[in-house]
């Protein structure tokens, strides 16, 4: 069934901006046409979108041969993509695998591996509905719990919920794991903890503790996992596990003022190995106590708003406090006379990376880890721990997953951004003629907006794809998958869905399209991928490929060749294995690097697969010799310039220039860089020269300062980056002020002479 879809014309207005690029490496002017565009409004009107088109031409300029022009882009920049990332709710970290799990308030998780960057290793989507309270690992299984009243497995393997437990007693607030990894925890609203017993498969309920009056807001055990201390509203109670009475009950004390008169939110709670309980509320207090006499030893105010987050560290030597003022106030256990084994909790550092409510905060290894409202994964260094300058002494604010949101149809001039709920498919705009350097550009057809495609169920969207010809558009969640055949005409845009496919089709951890668009690749479960060939009513048949290895992780890239004979996937256990499309087999295992892969590409001259790992390494492998290139082990032995090195964003997509094979494009989030392989590589003691600086250099200076790295800053917010057929350049940008600016407001807080 067909659904007629009207293209959307949006208004424009102009404004100025620089034609100057800047950055670390190539830079030069630009002649710059803006375009304004706006998505239709749906009851409250819509922030108004940009979308402007630049002409670089000395980005790809190479220095020492009279800056001779080695490349002409028409750029678009594009800032009509909306995506806004969900408020951080929970995080909790695995210390064996060093895995942290961060939980959004859209119900998706997220795994980031602090021993390999902090690079997000997985996503599991999440869904209507179904906000996230709480996480807790146990072992290499992950649990949380939510206001729906449910506990959750994960599947990590797959990127999906393995099974719910209905916990029967209303919204949960907390949930929390003891040491021994034997049972699981948790607070709920009538007032009782219960006990699930954790066995090899499934979590089994086993009992509530002493019923109290109103909700259980916090939970820590233990270490010896015999008793519990629940922080409540006024009180915290203190639990044996054994008998399920409460065997003390501590009285909080109020805000002073008027807030006396409100309810003391006991935010949370920790509990020491020694008897010390740690306690944060809504009066701005973190407390310390002695259970064993139910005594209050010491109260420090740390705010005049809310505490709402505490974390201990391995060695319970320092405390992590996040705020609803967005400041991260650390703690440390010392003593305060030289020589005196005396200790006591004292106030050493505070922390504003944050401009909302803290609501999650972890003390790892080496730094404090921190997420709230402002939706910021932010990974704080403590230098003290640090011994010398590297990637761990980088302040990371981890704002963009590390994952492609956006695809694009190359032949046919067409974006297709992924929503959580939704997919929007829109027309790139025209320019007239093509200006010169620094010239203003002016519009001959404004972008369109061609399709706002809304899915069913509560399940979000995982992954999705447009084919090169803009023909199919292609989107899975963890439930289903779905297929439509897209027919546009003129300014007549309709979409087919295709209703019958095979079975083996249910869903898709990826989703890539060969250049011809003639087949349809799908990451499934255990690594395999499922091939489908396609025709003018929808899928004709279907193959499977399965790698050697028998992996049973969630595949996170797919990559197809121009030629349509190969195929690359990148899965979560760094693995990546190449299959022959021509004999539907695989063909080659590339030697696994400790690192993760964020990015790879296939080029389409030499068919050699380029791959950007986490750590910032470049590896080039020849598929059809199975080897490394040359220019990779030079790579190898020669070493990549610190300043790549220390970037802390991985890169999160290649692409190639067929009009010059040796260039590859490439971007993360701060920057997009052009590698000329021709060039040498650049020594340690190499300089990143701004292109305008190089052009005053003589010739014979010019040649010395001549390495393969060009880097341009000037964009922002960078989500993607890709080369059109027709040489165009696509920058899809997301600037973080444009973020802030749809965030609640802040907590007031009162600044001097104001």
């Known amino acids: 069934m067909q659904r007629p879809v ?31 565009a706006g998505s239709p409004t749906c009851g409250a009107a819509r922030n108004e979108k940009r979308v402007l088109l630049k002409t670089v031409t000395d980005i790809l300029s190479r220095p020492g041969l009279c800056c001779s022009t080695m490349g002409e882009f028409k750029v678009h920049r594009v800032r009509f993509f909306d995506y806004m990332p969900s408020a951080i709710r929970a995080l909790a970290f695995q210390p064996q695998r060093e895995r942290i799990a961060v939980a959004r308030t859209d119900g998706s998780v997220e795994i980031f591996n602090r021993a390999d960057c902090f690079f997000q290793e997985k996503v599991i989507p999440g869904r209507e509905q179904a906000a996230t309270e709480a996480l807790a690992w146990v072992g290499d299984r992950l649990f949380s719990a939510g206001l729906n009243g449910e506990i959750i497995e994960y599947d990590l393997d797959n990127n999906k919920t393995k099974y719910t437990v209905e916990a029967y007693g209303g919204p949960i607030w907390t949930i929390t794991s003891n040491t ?26 086993e009992r509530n503790l002493a019923k109290q009056k109103g909700r259980i807001i916090s939970l820590s055990w233990h270490p010896s996992g015999s008793k519990i201390v629940a922080g409540m509203m006024d009180m915290i109670h203190i639990f044996d596990t054994e008998t399920g009475q409460s065997v003390h009950r501590l009285l909080v004390e109020r805000g002073i003022g008027t807030s006396r008169s409100q309810e003391c939110v006991v935010w949370s709670v920790v509990y020491l190995s020694d008897g010390t309980i740690i306690s944060g509320d809504s009066a701005g207090k973190v407390k310390m106590w002695d259970s064993h006499t139910g005594t209050l030893i010491k109260s420090h105010q740390v705010t005049k708003w809310d505490v709402l987050t505490l974390s201990i560290s391995q060695d319970e030597t320092s405390l992590a406090v996040g705020t609803s003022e967005g400041t991260v106030v650390q703690f440390q256990f010392l003593s305060m006379v030289l020589g005196q084994e005396d200790k006591e909790w004292v106030r050493t550092r505070t922390f504003k990376n944050h401009t909302h409510d803290v609501r999650a905060v972890l003390e790892v290894n080496t730094a404090i880890v921190s997420g709230g409202m402002d939706t910021q994964f932010v990974v704080r260094p403590l230098l003290d721990k640090i011994d010398e300058r590297s990637q761990a002494s980088a302040l990371r604010n981890i704002q963009f997953p590390h994952r492609r949101l956006v695809s694009c149809a190359r032949k046919a001039g067409l974006l297709l951004f992924q929503y959580p709920g939704h997919l929007e498919l829109w027309r790139l705009g025209e320019s007239e003629g093509n200006g010169m350097s620094g010239s203003v550009l002016s519009v001959k057809r404004k972008p369109e907006k061609l399709l706002h495609l809304k899915i069913k169920g509560e399940e979000h969207i995982c992954c999705s794809a447009v084919s090169p010809c803009g023909g199919w558009i292609a989107y899975s969640t963890v439930a289903s998958f779905r297929l439509y055949r897209l027919h546009c005409d003129n300014n007549n845009v309709s979409i087919t869905k295709v209703s019958k496919l095979p079975k083996v089709l249910s869903s898709a951890n990826q989703i890539c399209f060969s250049s011809d668009s003639s087949q349809l690749f799908l990451a499934s479960t255990c690594s395999s991928v499922h091939v489908a060939f396609l025709n003018q009513s929808g899928c004709k048949s279907v193959s499977t490929l399965k790698p050697k290895s028998g992996s049973g992780q969630a595949i996170n890239l797919l990559a197809a060749s121009e030629d349509g004979e190969w195929l690359a996937s990148a899965n979560s256990d760094h693995e990546v294995q190449v299959y022959n499309l021509k004999k539907m087999k695989p063909h080659c295992t590339v030697p696994v690097h400790s690192s993760g892969v964020s990015a790879m590409a296939i080029h389409p001259t030499t068919n050699n697969l380029f791959m950007v790992h986490a ?77 305008l600086t190089l052009r005053s250099m003589p010739e014979k200076e010019r040649k010395k300062h001549s390495h393969a790295f060009k880097m341009c800053k000037i964009f922002k917010g960078l989500l993607f980056v890709e080369l059109m057929e027709d040489q165009s350049l696509v920058v899809v940008e997301r600037p973080l002020l444009d973020i802030t600016a749809q965030l609640p407001a802040p907590v007031r807080q009162k600044k001097f002479a104001t």
């Not at 009207?6 to 803006?34: C, D, N, W």
């Not at 494009?665 to 052009?674: N, R, T, V, W």
Request: proline share 5%; glycine share 6%.
């Open 6 to 36: 009207a293209p959307y014309m949006a208004p424009q207005t102009k404004e100025r901006s620089s034609g100057i690029l800047s950055g670390l490496g190539a830079v030069g002017k630009a002649a710059t046409e803006l375009e304004d």
């Open 180 to 205: 021994q990894g034997t049972h699981l925890a948790v607070g709920c609203e009538d007032g009782t903890v219960k006990l699930f017993e954790v066995h090899q498969d499934r979590i089994q309920f």
């Open 615 to 691: 750590d910032q390494q470049l590896i080039e492998y020849s598929i059809e010799k199975k080897q490394y290139t040359d220019w990779s082990r030079q790579v190898q032995r020669h070493g990549l310039h610190s300043l790549w090195l220390e970037r802390d964003t991985p890169i999160t997509n290649v692409t190639f220039n067929p009009k010059n094979p040796a260039h590859i494009i490439l971007h993360d989030m701060y920057m997009f860089c052009i590698i000329d392989q021709t060039l040498p590589l650049p020594d340690q003691g190499s300089q990143f020269y701004n292109q």
